[in-house]
């Protein structure tokens, strides 16, 4: 139990586009999601806390017009990295809050050429 | 603010036991939670202990939990080779969002045969 899916795994785009990464929680209802970034070999920093129906709550110095967080179901958070450039290539990884435990996705490697 | 350290290499010879530790400031926070990373991948939740915890154990792991010093550490039993990964440390905190992990930078467990 606890399952969360990330899609896409994997996604090479041209600099100035926007990309949109799925997190899904699989078989729990997650009425809160996180959004972490991951650069190699470092650890985890979070982005935003999003919560179901409400807006997402950024950490200092994220750029919420750049990093867009919607949370419109129970089961359903995405992150929209906006015009994004090769400083925004990272490992982004989302979590999913059930019973005082986060579970995480398996996280979505973004490349920006 | 909070701050979770950990020492950043462990190697061991399989079969061996590993014990990973870590520190963290934040004596208000309910859980602790060990999480593991294989390369690519996202994080797999290995185990947590309350905060009136000392010990959990849990087939080859055990945690211990030291709340006066604020020390943890895994220990992993009879370490195999495909227990090398990159360990992490978190504590739970609450931020402007509610409630959110604070993670160490990681442990990387390299495992010999």
């Known amino acids: 139990g606890a399952v969360v899916s990330q899609h896409p795994s994997r996604v090479i785009c041209k600099s100035g586009t926007s990309v949109k990464i799925e997190c899904r929680s699989l078989d729990f209802q997650a009425t809160t999601m996180f959004w972490y970034r991951q650069f190699p070999k470092q650890s985890l920093m979070l982005m935003a806390t999003?919560?179901?129906?409400?807006?997402?709550?950024?950490e200092q110095g994220v750029e919420k017009d750049k990093f867009l967080i919607n949370h419109a179901s129970l089961t359903l958070s995405t992150l929209t990295v906006t015009s994004a450039h090769p400083e925004d290539s990272s490992f982004y990884i989302c979590?999913?809050?059930?019973?005082?435990?986060?579970?995480f996705g398996p996280g979505t490697r973004l490349t920006v050429l | 603010g909070e701050d979770v350290e950990q020492s950043l290499f462990l190697s061991v010879r399989e079969g061996d036991s590993s014990v990973i530790n870590c520190t963290y400031t934040d004596s208000s926070s309910t859980y602790l939670y060990w999480y593991k990373q294989e390369p690519g991948a996202g994080l797999q939740l290995l185990t947590y202990i309350f905060s009136n915890m000392d010990m959990k154990q849990d087939q080859r792991l055990t945690v211990l939990l030291n709340k006066k010093d604020k020390h943890l550490s895994l220990r992993i039993a009879d370490t195999q080779t495909g227990d090398s990964a990159i360990y992490f440390c978190?504590?739970?905190?609450?931020?402007?969002?509610?409630?959110?992990?604070?993670f160490g930078k990681g442990t990387t467990l390299s495992v010999s045969s």
């Open positions: 979590s999913a809050s059930y019973i005082d435990t986060q579970y």
């Open positions: 999003s919560n179901e129906g409400s807006k997402a709550t950024y």
């Open positions: 978190a504590e739970s905190a609450l931020n402007q969002a509610g409630t959110a992990l604070i």
